[in-house]
């Protein structure tokens, strides 16, 4: 999941909004109860099927109130739960994403001396004298076209510029992501969720109910799902 300077500048500006008497856009969602106010803003497309929804709590109480991804329920048509990609597998997916896959292959190296060296006396023969086991059948098997070697699958190590490049892909996650967070009296706080990728079928209800738990209040939620682009 990829997090661009857009989505940071877009919850910047909706932390700048739910904490002043400015109206919200009309493509934001916005409830204002006694002890604080929750703002929401989903992305305009799903990205490989989930939907990034930045959320943003202000905290009108005189006492400090925490906000956290276990405070969000959401769930699809049906009733059906939705479950949030955690950080620790936002991460993984970015790691392993940067890292191109080397498959596994059999490579041919060059023919080696040690390759033709046996062992006549460790060996054991046939009826016919012919040498069926040991080091003589084993080294020379391929010694016409050199050595077999299987490389195992993994992933290829980066170069410098593409380790820097992660490391500021994975800054930007653990500083975008909701994560529990403590909100001041008077300040704004929140970060960014990222749903499972959604199942909705075509004669579905194409929407999400989200239900937040802030400060000792309750705030529900209807949001349109977009289409994946």
Known sequence: MKMDQRRGWALAALLLAVSSTGALAAAESRIDKERGTVALLPDA???NGRLVI???????????ATL???????YAAGNRPVSLVSLDVLIKETQDASRPQVSEQTMVLPHQPENYSHNDNA??????GQIVD???GGANAASSVGQLSTLPTGLS??????QAKLDDKLSALRAGVLQSVTIAPGSAAGGQIVTEKLKIGRKD?????LTIS????QYDFVLPVPRDH
């Open 45 to 47: 497309d799903l990205s």
């Open 54 to 64: 930045k959320l943003v709590a202000f905290n009108r109480s005189k006492e400090p």
């Open 68 to 74: 956290s991804a276990g405070d969000v329920k959401i």
């Open 123 to 128: 060996a054991m023969r046939s009826s016919t």
């Open 134 to 136: 040991g080091n003589y």
């Open 157 to 162: 190590a980066l170069s410098k510029e593409e």
């Open 205 to 209: 209800e194409r929407t999400l109910h």
């Open 214 to 217: 802030f400060n000792g209040e």
